[in-house]
């Protein structure tokens, strides 16, 4: 897991081995300054000796902060400034202009062109160390961060790229398609973080398939890693994935004991059964089912209950029963999606979807019916959601044409 950013302690310490380079066209004034640095305790001093030997050096070392003088002859501080802030890699490269300028309208191009801060002439030793040590530390703290913050997503991308792994395949859908007349399609809306949604299949005997799709609280690697080791435990127990009420209270067994303090899944279950036609599921504080039956304009929705997985070790999971035949189509989704939908009470959030989602549903092939869902559904909440959504599309085929059934 990625490490916090340094303490403050720390910080101070490390400002001591920082590079800084001091710019002035006269001995004395380099010299001077000098001594008060590494009196002070700084060891990496470099000195430039003009505005062009000043750009030759941070070009080819870059300075954690730079003591420029303004008066120099040739290139002055003024351009100096100018040309550093063109330049994105020294955009954020403290800046201390040494002044003895008095004029307000002198000082404020010195703040225009991108100083950081002035010191006045003639120097002051204790205002010098004060002023570099207050931006050191600010330039350590940011640089803590930004590496903190790349490592962190590299480690949001390392997470992402193992949820990929873990979802189904094209090959298992073609299977399942073959095998029972199922056709299925996903959609997940991303969003800035990474959430602990995911979904899955568990293939069974006589043509049946399980469909499993699970939330985790909170979001982040912790909530990703949780949704990783329900994926374990989920197919761990696909000898029992045949009953959803049993094998969803033996998930709840095992969650209670995998899981911290305050750490919740919701979860639907269910088994599709191709050969009677029925989806039966168990859920666990999940969102409603939402099914359009072959010639139906209005959608109906499944029921929810059950505590969270990993809520309590004594949880029942009872198990319900949809029709699925010729021509149905389901919709399952996790609660993010719920979340999102402008409605005023959460409860009445699966109505409101199904309400959106019906019209969309009874297209003509499920490509269609997925992209217009999921087009609806980006009208209300955004292209951009909070959490990540995730929508899964069944459809039990009815006789089509060669051409919809290729386009389904």
Excluded at 22 to 40: C, G, P, Y
Excluded at 92 to 100: E, K
Excluded at 288 to 317: K, T, Y
């Amino acid at each position: 897991m990625t490490g916090a950013p340094a303490s403050a302690e720390t910080r101070q310490i490390g400002i001591y081995d920082c590079l800084i380079l001091v710019v002035d066209d006269t001995d004395f004034n380099r010299t001077l300054i000098t001594a008060m640095l590494r009196q002070a305790g700084f060891r990496r001093i470099q000195h430039a000796v003009d505005g062009i030997d000043a750009l030759r050096k941070i070009g080819d070392e870059l300075p954690d902060l730079v003591v420029l003088d303004i008066v120099m002859p040739g290139l002055d501080g003024f351009e100096v400034c100018r040309h550093l802030r063109a330049d994105p890699r020294f955009s954020d490269l403290p800046v201390l202009v040494q002044t003895a300028l008095s004029n307000t309208e002198d000082r404020n191009k010195a703040f225009q062109l991108g100083t950081t801060d002035l010191i006045t002439k003639p120097i002051d030793r204790n205002e010098l160390l004060a002023r570099v040590r207050i931006h050191l530390e600010n330039r350590v703290l940011i640089q803590d961060l930004q590496l903190y913050r790349a490592r962190l997503e590299s480690e949001l991308g390392m997470a992402r790229e193992m949820y990929n792994h873990l979802l189904p395949t094209p090959a298992l859908f073609d299977q399942i398609g073959r095998d029972s007349g199922v056709r299925i399609r996903h959609h997940t809306a991303v969003s800035s973080e990474l959430g602990g949604d995911l979904w899955g299949i568990i293939p069974l005997s006589e043509r049946r398939f399980g469909l499993y799709l699970l939330d985790m609280t909170g979001t982040g690697v912790s909530a990703a890693l949780n949704a990783f080791r329900m994926h374990t435990v989920l197919h761990e127990l696909a000898p029992l994935a045949g009953d959803p009420s049993r094998f969803l209270g033996e998930v709840n067994a095992r969650a209670v004991d995998l899981f911290e303090s305050g750490e919740r899944v919701s979860v639907i279950y269910g088994v599709i059964d191709p050969m009677i036609g029925t989806f039966t599921y168990a859920t666990a504080a999940a969102g409603r089912p939402i099914l359009l039956q072959c010639g139906n304009r209005v959608a109906e929705l499944g029921d929810s209950d059950g505590a969270s997985v990993g809520e309590s070790g004594g949880s029942v999971f009872p198990a319900r029963v949809l029709p699925f035949g010729p021509g149905a189509r389901l919709l399952l989704y996790n609660n993010a999606v719920a979340a999102a939908l402008p409605v005023e009470c959460i409860s009445s959030a699966p109505e409101a979807l199904a309400e959106l989602a019906a019209p969309a549903l009874g297209s003509p092939t499920l490509v269609e019916a997925c992209a217009r869902v999921t087009s609806a559904l980006a009208r209300v909440v955004g292209d951009r959601p909070r959490e990540d959504m995730t929508l899964i599309f069944l459809a039990k085929e009815a006789f089509q044409s060669p051409r919809a059934k290729a386009a389904s």
